[in-house]
């Protein structure tokens, strides 16, 4: 089966700055590839995903990259602010089976003021 | 749209009692899938089931859990004989079914406390 590796788990940055998560994935047939944010007693919420078929994604402060042949993926923060320190998770989805997204273990990103 | 709903938030119970966890998926959704989140780790895939069916319970313990999505009414995670090993939240999702099975919204999740 499939098994995502997150660094690093806890992440520190200025206000202000970028912040850079990466993760890899084991299982070459996988396609898609979340990330989803989680506050403080709160369930995961989609913030942005790539499929295997483009090599980037940005939404507004929020980009995916992806290298396929390396097997990572990793979601860049740009300007960052206080309402982003959160824990983020990456995910992968293979397609082929009937099981259900694999998770990274989390980074805690903590936005310093 | 309300998402995905689950209830309850919060609950307590003894050693050996049984706890039930409900989910109701999101308007149109006809997937669900349970996940568990212990303190500070990530997400551990459970279960995964349409209307009456269980696709896949790869992630499932072999014993004292089960999950059900009945035809009428929301997914039940049921724990029986609970231990406190099992003191965690857990998160139900749900997709809108084939073509877009991999996107998942996650309900608030339901933290279970065992004493």
């Known amino acids: 089966g499939e098994n995502v590796e997150q660094h690093p788990s806890t992440l520190s940055v200025q206000e202000g700055d970028s912040a850079v998560i990466k993760c890899t994935y084991s299982?070459?047939?996988?396609?898609?590839f979340p990330w989803y944010k989680q506050e403080l007693g709160k369930g995961p919420q989609l913030i942005i995903d790539?499929?295997?078929?483009?090599g980037e994604k940005k939404d507004q402060r929020i980009a995916v990259t992806l290298n396929k042949t390396a097997k990572h993926f990793s979601l860049h923060i740009t300007e960052t602010q206080p309402e982003d320190s959160a824990v983020y998770f990456c995910?992968?989805?293979?397609?082929?089976?009937?099981?259900?997204?694999?998770f990274g273990k989390g980074t805690h990103l903590i936005i310093q003021p | 749209n309300a998402g995905v709903m689950q209830n309850p938030r919060h609950l307590v119970r003894r050693r050996g009692q049984e706890a039930r966890l409900r989910c109701s998926p999101m308007?149109?959704?006809?997937?669900v899938y349970w996940y568990r989140q212990l303190p500070e780790e990530g997400l551990k895939f459970m279960v995964y089931?349409?209307?009456?069916?269980?696709?896949?319970e790869s992630g499932m313990p072999k014993e004292r859990f089960s999950a059900e999505f009945p035809k009428e009414g929301p997914s039940i995670l049921r724990i029986q004989q609970v231990v406190r090993g099992d003191s965690a939240a857990y998160f139900c999702?749900?997709?809108?079914?084939?073509?877009?099975?991999?996107?998942?919204?996650f309900g608030a999740g339901s933290r279970l406390t065992v004493l």
């Open positions: 999702a749900s997709s809108p079914g084939v073509a877009g099975a991999n996107v998942l919204t």
């Open positions: 299982d070459s047939a996988s396609n898609y």
């Open positions: 790539i499929r295997s078929n483009v």
């Open positions: 995910a992968g989805f293979s397609g082929g089976g009937a099981d259900g997204l694999t």
């Open positions: 308007k149109g959704h006809s997937h």
């Open positions: 089931l349409q209307k009456e069916n269980i696709i896949d």
